[in-house]
């Protein structure tokens, strides 16, 4: 076990350097640093000065190591933007990505759930093909476009939800929420819904054939035999068997969200993480856009990590297959 | 000399008949979907390909773009005129002619990715199953190390890198190669472990050991008697990427590090219609948005019977 946790934990590792030299790679080779700072009259004497501070003289792996210092001490730099620290911009945008996900991710939960244990219920090959017509609806139909015809039936046509924004929010402090205040709460419908959409067919889905599975077992067919109810059946007995799969893929699922909100942040001018790194993508803003790559990347490693391991404390019978490097998916 | 193109014909038509009655053409003819979804695709290629004969307008052509025609609705509502079916965007192009044009570049550009990618991948996973190694430990590494990374953020970066690196005046013109290196450079991955573990399958058969032991060289049992096997899987999920790859290439497009506007794919001129669209002129994002939903949705389906149809399991 522990072995494992260790095993995991250097490859989490080997990772995020290879993830860092790609973000290293984009600072060094993207654009000239000093000549994005200063002001075109700027000297030789003024440039030469600069180049000295960012530490632009030193060899390339001494470069790199001190980016990877600095990065672990959450130091990325300043914008080339608005001058401002970094990790201070893109926490500050945090809190919108992160309500976002969690809110998209537990209404997909709690909707394609039920879809899928019901499909799988009422048996009939019809009814588990109708769920799969609409769910490959639900993976075909891109999120932008999801978006883009629910601001055009609900806020152009009806005029009943916000199109674009995060409504009122309430500031804690380190933390801004949404969610406190009726506004924010109608703007959070429309984005989370078009992010939505995508887990809940592929959650749908999943339940769906797990379902099927765990209900042609023996120990199903025993309990119809002790005379149980159909709903204990289905619920006690099939469902909780199929919820592992299904919570661990939907846990690695909100890794990929965040990354993938962007395209929802865009469309709803969310002012989430990801539209900051599509306007930084735009403006060259290259130390936004390597913070935005290595804080994703160490979210996204940091989950899938955790339920991997979850997997191995609930089911023993994964050990095995994990310490060989498999990926669950 | 006379004869042989009948014996041509009657070949062709015993090659015919066998394809007909073979499992796979009889699942075909049985799946209501897959026919379905077959007959949108053909649709789409038909028009995108022969665009230039059947289109009222060649959208790139800035001679034939006229802006008091501009914001026209579509001839169904009313103020829209003939021929612009689906009404003109803001600067007088039709857009169905758009629709028709982009659906080509989204297309060429999609399976353009499928295929450097699937390239790329099949032989990865054939040198990685069949040498093994050090070698398979470092390309499956890698590929763990490209997975760890979510796909869309990869090709965002790619693009970006590309375009930054490139002089201003070529960025447009190279802008479909960056495209299919971007998406390409994600989503060899798919192919390079599926065909990896297809390899070290077939590696310990008989007929390798055999090929083995009469010395045939390495490069020709991994290319000869390997290859041929992993074909078919890999062309299923080949398919299957497909639909991914237009979206991605859409989404990059939408999110304006793909096709510039003056060469515009489908995620281009929703991009460019939903600047737009609350000034109330719907049609000019609408309509590439469906067109987009149903290509990726026909492929989708054809890839998943596909899938089902090649699966022994499942007969």
């Known amino acids: 076990m522990l072995l494992l946790v260790l095993k995991r934990l250097a490859n989490a590792v080997v990772v995020l350097l290879f993830v860092a030299l790609l973000a290293f790679t984009i600072f060094k080779f993207l654009g000239d640093p000093v000549q994005l700072m200063l002001n075109p009259q700027a000297t030789q004497e003024e440039r030469d000065a600069l180049t000295q501070r960012l530490g632009l003289n030193d060899p390339v792996p001494v470069q790199f190591v001190k980016f990877v210092a600095n990065a672990v001490q959450g130091d990325f730099g300043m914008s080339y933007r608005n001058q401002l620290p970094v990790m201070g911009v893109i926490a500050e945008r945090f809190p919108a990505t992160f309500e976002l996900v969690m809110v998209s991710s537990i209404a997909a939960l709690l909707i394609g759930l039920p879809l899928g244990v019901f499909a799988a219920i009422n048996g009939g090959s019809f009814m588990v093909r109708v769920a799969h017509i609409i769910s490959m609806i639900g993976v075909s139909v891109p999120a932008f476009v999801i978006g883009i015809l629910l601001i055009l039936a609900f806020s152009i046509e009806l005029q009943v939800l916000p199109a674009f924004g995060r409504g009122e929010v309430v500031d804690l402090g380190f933390w801004t929420t949404g969610l406190l205040t009726s506004s924010g709460r109608y703007a959070l419908i429309m984005p989370a819904i078009s992010l939505a959409l995508f887990q809940i067919s592929f959650i749908m889905r999943l339940v769906t054939s797990e379902m099927l599975e765990v209900l042609r077992t023996d120990f199903i067919r025993f309990a119809r035999a002790r005379g149980l109810r159909a709903r204990a059946i289905y619920f006690r007995h099939g469902l909780r068997n199929c919820l592992m799969p299904v919570v661990t893929i939907t846990g690695m699922l909100i890794g990929d969200l965040i990354a993938f909100a962007l395209v929802t942040e865009i469309v709803f001018q969310w002012p989430g993480m990801g539209f900051l790194f599509v306007q930084s993508v735009q403006y060259v803003d290259i130390p936004v856009m390597a913070a935005y790559l290595m804080i994703v990347c160490c979210i996204f490693i940091l989950i899938n990590l955790i339920t991997d391991l979850i997997y191995v404390v609930v089911d023993p019978r994964m050990g095995a297959t994990a310490i060989g490097g498999s990926n669950v998916r | ?315």
Do not use: C
């Not at chain 2, 090929?211 to 899987?233: E, G, S, W, Y």
């Open chain 2, 1 to 315: 000399m006379s004869v042989e193109p009948k014996v041509e014909r009657e070949t062709l038509r015993v090659h015919f008949a066998r394809l007909w009655d073979s499992d796979l053409a009889w699942n075909f003819r049985n799946s209501p979907l897959a026919v379905v979804s077959a007959t949108v695709l053909l649709v789409i290629a038909f028009t995108s390909i022969f665009a230039g004969v059947l289109m009222p307008q060649n959208p790139f052509d800035i001679m034939q773009l006229f802006l008091d025609k501009a914001n026209l609705p579509p001839v169904w509502s009313e103020g829209g005129a003939m021929p612009y079916v689906l009404g003109t965007d803001m600067q007088g192009r039709d857009v169905l002619s758009a629709i028709v044009y982009g659906s080509r570049i989204s297309l060429v550009i999609g399976v353009a990715s499928v295929a450097v990618s699937m390239t790329i991948g099949v032989l990865v996973g054939l040198l990685a199953g069949y040498i093994g190694g050090a070698l398979d430990n470092f390309l499956m590494r890698l590929a763990d190390a490209v997975m760890s990374i979510p796909t869309l953020l990869v090709a965002i970066l790619v693009s970006a890198i590309f375009r930054g690196l490139l002089p201003v005046e070529y960025r447009d013109t190279f802008a479909p190669l960056i495209l299919v290196l971007a998406l390409s450079l994600t989503s060899w991955v798919v192919y390079a472990r599926m065909v990896r573990a297809v390899t070290m399958v077939e590696a310990r058969k008989e007929y390798v050991m055999a090929a083995r032991i009469i010395n045939v060289p390495r490069r020709r049992i991994i290319l000869k008697h390997i290859l041929p096997n992993v074909m078919t899987p890999a062309l299923v999920t080949g398919t299957l990427n497909l639909g991914l790859a237009i979206l991605a290439e859409a989404t990059l497009s939408f999110l304006g590090v793909g096709m510039p506007s003056a060469q515009p794919s489908l995620g281009t001129l929703i991009r460019l219609g939903n600047q737009y669209f609350f000034s109330g002129t719907w049609w000019i994002v609408l309509f590439p948005a469906l067109q987009l939903t149903l290509i990726i949705l026909a492929v989708n389906l054809l890839g998943d019977w596909l899938r089902d149809a090649l699966n022994p399991k499942l007969k």
